[in-house]
Nanobody
Framework: QVQLVESGGGLVQAGGSLRLSCAAS????????MGWFRQAPGKQRELVAD???????NCADSVKGRFTISRDNAKNTVYLQMNSLKPEDTAVYYC???????????WGQGTQVTVSE
């Protein structure tokens, strides 16, 4: 079982930055694919970015060049650095984890990110 705890959300003005963190429990973190999802009101949850245990990353087109996902396997933590934030980035952001061969299995409780005009 893997538990995920997000932190770092908040209110920021457009153009600003935030860094989200997700701390994971357990000893298998370095083998897991980690991802950040977001869900805005009335919209489906969408994958923002993910990163494999070896550091290969993937980002949604809507955030490329602005958001960066990274991980520290020694700290069992994954990060999402969000720069040049836009009002349309406003959403609840969720951390998730899966093994390389499975669907997204573990989820955090979510952290609210609000970007004002």
């Amino acid at each position: 079982q893997v538990q995920l705890v997000e932190s770092g959300g908040g209110l920021v003005q457009a153009g600003g930055s935030l860094r989200l963190s997700c701390a994971a429990s357990g000893s298998i973190f370095r083998f897991l694919v980690m991802g950040w999802f977001r869900q805005a009101p009335g919209k489906q949850r969408e994958l923002v970015a993910d990163i494999t245990g070896s550091g290969t990353t993937n980002c949604a087109d809507s955030v490329k060049g602005r958001f960066t996902i990274s991980r520290d396997n020694a700290k069992n933590t994954v990060y999402l650095q969000m720069n040049s934030l836009k009002p349309e980035d406003t959403a609840v952001y969720y951390c998730s984890a899966r093994s390389p061969s499975s669907q997204w299995t573990y989820w955090g409780q979510g952290t609210q990110v609000t970007v004002s005009e």
